[in-house]
């Protein structure tokens, strides 16, 4: 019988590209978007709705662009065309199919983490809170911008490309940042708000109902209390703050049976949930991180 041998296998050090701390976020941002356009029924049928949701009111502008929308008057009161109200009007549309995504994507990203056990996976490669929180962050809102953001800035184009002559597009340009203002809110609205209510609890359901019953049961009580008291009260309700700002940016009167949410409260409202979202995201990051949740203590 022949003596056994050792062979030496070697080792060889990594050899490849390596990155900067600073562009960790970027790989987690990819991830959560891979994860998200998995599949049909998390992300892709909510795009598909917002596409058609753009192509109608597109199509409405194109074909009634010349008719007087009489029922609905600037703040100033004079009658505007029906192109120029389409759009924050429209708003009204996108708001549903934003939750719609936030429900299925948003507010399940750190409760399915913290459930799953993937911090550990995150913070035993020396990912850092922010690293994470941002790569998040920045996921969901390509994603949410695809249908809250590119949806109002098509419909800008549409409505400058119906300008009369040179003169009315210059005048019309401002109607394109007030729709990336909308946008913007939109895709924080539902980007980080569902994000903050997933880090509350460490269930993937429960976050989602939670955030559900917030977003339409919260938010109807508010309306009916800011009917009896004050429409202040009403700007808890996010979709209806987020129409009162795009209503009031495109100088449109509400309808009669609309509460008339001031546009401060509203802006209020909206940021002081996105930034409270945040602070719970951060705050779950790095309790995970420091108590060895996230399995790096």
């Known amino acids: 019988m022949s003596a056994g041998q050792i062979h030496d296998l070697g080792y060889k050090r990594y050899a490849g590209s390596r990155r900067s701390m600073g562009t960790r976020w970027t790989v987690i941002m990819r991830h959560q978007i891979a994860t998200a356009w998995k599949g049909w029924w998390r992300f892709k049928p909510w795009l598909i709705a917002g596409l058609i ?10 074909f009634l662009s010349g008719n007087l929308f009489r029922m609905i008057g600037g703040f100033s009161g004079q009658v505007i065309k029906f192109a120029d109200g389409i759009l924050p009007i429209s708003m009204a549309w996108y708001a549903p199919i934003g939750f719609l995504v936030s429900l299925t994507v ?6 399915g983490d913290v459930q799953s056990g993937a911090l550990t996976f995150y913070f035993a490669r020396s990912v ?36 009369d002559d040179r003169h009315q597009l210059f005048e019309l340009l401002p109607v394109a940042y007030k729709a990336l203002a909308i946008g913007v809110l939109g895709t924080l609205i539902y980007a980080a708000v569902p994000l903050g209510f997933s880090a509350l609890i460490a269930n993937r359901r429960y976050a989602m109902a939670l955030w559900a019953a917030y977003y339409l049961l919260l938010g109807s009580m508010a309306q009916g209390i800011g009917r009896l008291t004050s429409p202040t009260v009403a700007a808890l309700d996010l979709a ?18 609309d509460l008339s949410i001031p546009t401060s409260a509203a802006l209020i409202s909206i940021l002081g949930h996105v930034a409270i979202a945040i602070g719970l995201v951060v705050w779950r990051v790095r309790n995970a991180q420091q108590t060895g ?5």
């Open 53 to 62: 949701a753009t192509a109608v009111s597109g199509g409405i502008l194109y």
């Open 128 to 163: 850092r809170p922010r690293d994470y929180v941002i790569g998040k962050l920045a996921g969901l809102g390509v994603l949410l911008s695809l249908i809250m953001l590119a949806g109002p800035l098509v419909l800008a184009g549409v409505r400058l490309g119906l300008s």
């Open 106 to 111: 948003s507010a399940t990203v750190v409760a």
């Open 293 to 297: 949740v996230g399995g790096s203590s």
């Open 240 to 257: 209806s703050s987020l129409k009162s700002v795009s209503l009031s940016l495109f100088d449109v009167h509400r309808s009669g049976r």
